[in-house]
T-cell receptor
Framework: DVKVTQSSRYLVKRTGEKVFLECVQDMDHENMFWYRQDPGLGLRLIYFSYDVKMKEKGDIPEGYSVSREKKERFSLILESASTNQTSMYLC????????????FGSGTQLSVL | QKEVEQDPGPLSVPEGAIVSLNCTYSNSAFQYFMWYRQYSRKGPELLMYTYSSGNKEDGRFTAQVDKSSKYISLFIRDSQPSDSATYLCAMRSLGSGGYQKVTFGIGTKLQVIP
């Protein structure tokens, strides 16, 4: 089975800190995604990547950036964390662009104080 | 108006009940419909998917799509406490080439009481 691993389960950061969220998948998937999940708002796409060193903005990219230096690893970066970025962050991967099946990690609950 | 509408619940049912979970959508381009299940403190996992209108069965689960009404449902027969989770509908269009964005509902929280 595909495994998508997120490096931290819980993170607490201060306003203004630079935050790195790491995600690794072990099935050689082309596509990787970062979502945030908030009560009442559901899953919202932040950024995604088709291939190494490629990235595309999702629906809510403001305040975030990403890095994909290796196929299996996709990092989400909060350049200067703010309290409205407190959320559950979910990484996902899929085999092809048509996204017939997304595989999700267990999520990182980020609190920005 | 959101592209996908889903009642967040919570929905509480006794063990053994038939559960009906529903979503409506507004985008006629959506052709591929999915249901994800998310247990507490876990990521979503794909439960079922279907391309066409009508019913698709998988064990105790039935996915139903009515494209004319833009309405999809997930039925759970003989519900079990282990079915307690949040169920998210998801859908996308069937374009050729390029990235196919998946749009999610907000999820319905289901609790099955023993």
């Amino acid at each position: 089975d595909v495994k998508v691993t997120q490096s931290s389960r819980y993170l607490v950061k201060r306003t203004g800190e630079k935050v790195f969220l790491e995600c690794v998948q072990d099935m050689d998937h082309e596509n990787m995604f970062w979502y945030r999940q908030d009560p009442g708002l559901g899953l919202r796409l932040i950024y995604f990547s088709y291939d190494v060193k490629m990235k595309e903005k999702g629906d809510i990219p403001e305040g975030y950036s990403v890095s994909r230096e290796k196929k299996e690893r996709f990092s989400l970066i909060l350049e200067s964390a703010s309290t409205n970025q407190t959320s559950m962050y979910l990484c996902a991967s899929s085999f092809s662009k048509i996204n017939e099946k997304l595989f999700f990690g267990s999520g990182t609950q980020l609190s920005v104080l | 108006q959101k592209e996908v509408e889903q009642d967040p619940g919570p929905l509480s049912v006794p063990e053994g009940a038939i559960v009906s979970l529903n979503c409506t959508y507004s985008n006629s381009a959506f052709q591929y419909f999915m249901w994800y299940r998310q247990y507490s403190r876990k990521g979503p996992e794909l439960l079922m998917y279907t391309y066409s209108s009508g019913n698709k069965e998988d064990g105790r689960f039935t996915a139903q799509v009515d494209k004319s009404s833009k309405y999809i449902s997930l039925f759970i027969r003989d519900s079990q406490p282990s079915d307690s989770a949040t169920y998210l509908c998801a859908m996308r269009s069937l374009g050729s080439g390029g990235y196919q964005k998946v749009t999610f509902g907000i999820g319905t929280k289901l609790q099955v009481i023993p």
